[in-house]
């Protein structure tokens, strides 16, 4: 195919249409696509806002409210199915699928909370709400998986970021809602329902694995990309108190939530600046990038990855449907005889080899203690509120409280660990270790309630649980390499589930329903059939905060042993293969297909000339 032209009469349009083209297949505006869908998979970070709809409507009790959120945690967190999936197909399928999985869940809980079907069975609340909020784990994988493949010398910068607008998506779909349907809770279930499948169909093809060498200002670029989160998450705070304070007519909802898309989109604005500067350095050397351009859409057919890859189910290694035997036989062999002799830490380790491995394990039980507990505190925000007699306005400004620390948590300790690492070599599960320890503070909080302590405790989980998420993807990420890692990133969600069934359900979930019946035996009462169960006072969560403090401790004294056993890898150069291994010339695929095989056709040699 031959590269694409400018007519001598229409050069000045042929040039626009040909920078266009290169704004929209290059790698920073994938990255600003994958900022907004990030922030749409903060949905399930709003399940406070309307758990207690979802209680009176349907007649819940608290234990009941708890296993649906369970389910919901269990959607949001096991993503290897979509991880799997992901090694199989392109990345415009495995968003559209979660997409198309979104708008079915939340859309037919809606139907449920607005009796506009008949109510549905438990088991069938906890279906929907788990296929909506497993969404998520196929937007992580196609976007946040695909740009960390994409720049992995910036690993813990590109985490931070995107796990950063996940976290501030809670505070920001919050603004859109009270702008669209005022203070309808149940309207919230069907934003949540249609608006990340809008966001993530509008972006579908802009988002695929691209080879290139690290570009020039790389980091500086991703700084830019986070100022503009900053200021996003500061005019949300000041949004939060202001709101608080005082109350908002849907018109003045309307300016903040224009406000908040403008602040969305302004990254946009850097994409376009640093394409130009590309675009006018392409212009200064057109020989190199034609000879470039003719090297790569000269490859032999064979470059272009046609073939159905399948992943082994055993070890995740991935067979052609045109394998040889004797690669079948290197396949088993790997599989099953190399399971408990993995390579050294930071190469490619198999799927097999990672979850039979120590390190893993460990940082598998720190996980489950750590975002369990501060997991169980976030999904109990409403009833927090109603027991200890905050008003309906504090438990929204607890949710946006959490989102946006939430945030703040994934992009300081995402870049902040990096820092700490490239500068001084200081590792990241011992930064881990000192953000367990810091959650205890919260948990007390909850625990012992003092004047105003829910506001300070929604800041200390949000930020900790946050901060916990780009550290644990960053190790593993390290520790096992990054062959695998859009199957390997969706085990290490798995870890969430398993500590918020017994944290969230087992304990919190069993301990307040104890103490409402006792309430309620106090006074004489019985519980009518359908009838929400409401506990009041300190003591409905004591206990259990308690016991979770105890849990969270036990997790950060278990990651100090991942600490002492990856020392000296962590004080070596674990990035050093990456510089080693720099492709000569640049490639980029889209989904295993050329650009010019989907109809795109633009200059593939536009960044031969930002390259160190």
Not at 185 to 190: A, F, R, T
Not at 386 to 405: E, N
């Amino acid at each position: 195919m031959e590269p694409a032209r400018t007519n001598g009469g229409s050069g000045g349009l042929g040039s626009k249409k040909q920078f266009i083209t290169q704004v929209l297949t290059g790698p920073w505006f994938s990255v600003f696509a994958s900022l907004l869908i990030m922030f749409t998979a903060g949905t399930p970070y709003m399940f406070g806002q309307y758990s207690n709809v979802l209680k009176s409507v349907l007649g819940y009790d608290q234990s009941t409210l708890n296993l649906i959120s369970f389910f919901k945690d269990v959607g949001t967190n096991v993503g290897v199915p979509a991880g799997l999936i992901a090694e199989v197909t392109p990345t415009w399928f495995v968003l559209s699928l979660g997409a198309v999985i979104n708008f079915f869940g939340y859309f037919m809980i809606w139907l449920a909370v607005t009796e506009r079907m008949a109510k549905p069975h438990v088991w069938m609340m906890c279906l929907y709400i788990c296929l909506g909020a497993n969404s998520t784990a196929f937007a992580n994988t196609g976007a946040l998986v695909t740009c960390v493949k994409n720049f992995p010398e910036s690993r813990g910068i590109v985490l931070g970021l995107l796990k950063g607008y996940v976290g501030l998506g809670g505070a920001i779909l919050i603004q859109l809602y009270h702008a669209i349907y005022g203070t309808d809770s149940k309207s919230l279930i069907l934003l949540v329902g249609w608006f990340p499948a809008a966001i993530s169909f509008a972006f579908l093809r802009t988002i695929r694995t691209m080879k290139f060498n690290k570009l020039q200002n790389e980091v500086q670029v991703f700084y830019n990309f986070f100022y503009i989160s900053l200021g996003l998450a500061g005019f949300l705070t000041i949004m939060i108190v202001v709101q608080h304070m005082a109350t908002f007519t849907k018109s003045e909802y309307s300016g903040s939530a224009a406000m908040v898309f403008f602040l969305l989109f302004l990254p946009l604005a850097v994409v376009i600046v640093e394409e130009s500067n590309l675009w006018k350095s392409k212009k200064l050397s057109v020989n190199n990038s034609s000879k470039a351009l003719k090297i790569i859409t000269e490859k032999p057919s064979t470059e272009t990855s046609t073939e159905l890859s399948v992943p082994q189910a055993c070890s995740g290694t991935p067979a052609t449907i045109n394998s040889a035997p004797e690669r079948d036989a290197r396949n088993q062999v790997s599989c099953w005889g190399t399971i408990f002799t993995p390579p050294d830490r930071g190469e490619d380790y198999t799927i097999l080899q990672t979850l039979f491995s120590i390190d893993m394990l460990i940082l598998f039980f720190s996980a489950i203690c750590g975002v369990g507990g501060t997991l169980t505190a976030i999904d109990n925000l409403g009833q927090l509120g109603k027991s200890l007699g905050y008003p309906d306005r504090s438990i929204s400004t607890f949710v946006s409280l959490v989102s946006i620390w939430n945030y703040l948590g994934r992009v300081v300790l995402g870049l902040g660990s990096e820092i700490l690492l490239k500068k001084y070599k200081f590792p990241r599960p011992l930064l881990l270790t000192l953000i367990l320890l810091f959650a205890c503070v919260g948990h007390l909080l909850i625990a012992f309630n003092p004047p105003g302590g829910l506001y300070v405790a929604s800041i200390i989980i949000g930020f900790t649980f946050g901060a916990q998420w780009p550290l644990i993807f960053a190790i593993i990420s390290e520790l096992f390499g990054l062959k695998y890692y859009s199957t390997l990133y969706n085990f290490g969600s798995v870890a969430c589930p398993i500590g918020l069934y017994i944290l969230h359900v087992r304990v919190a979930g069993y301990l307040y329903d104890r103490e409402a019946y006792r309430q309620l035996a106090a006074l004489g009462l019985e519980r009518k059939p359908g009838e929400a169960l409401n506990c009041t006072g300190v003591d409905c969560f004591k206990l259990s905060f308690l016991i979770i403090t105890t849990v969270t401790l036990l997790g950060s004294l278990v990651s100090l042993v991942l600490v002492l056993r990856t020392r000296k890898f962590y004080k070596s150069d674990i990035y050093k293969k990456f510089r080693e291994n720099a492709p000569a010339a640049e490639e980029v695929a889209m989904d295993g297909k050329s650009l010019e095989t989907n109809g795109t056709v633009h200059s593939r040699g536009h960044h031969d000339n930002i390259r160190k």
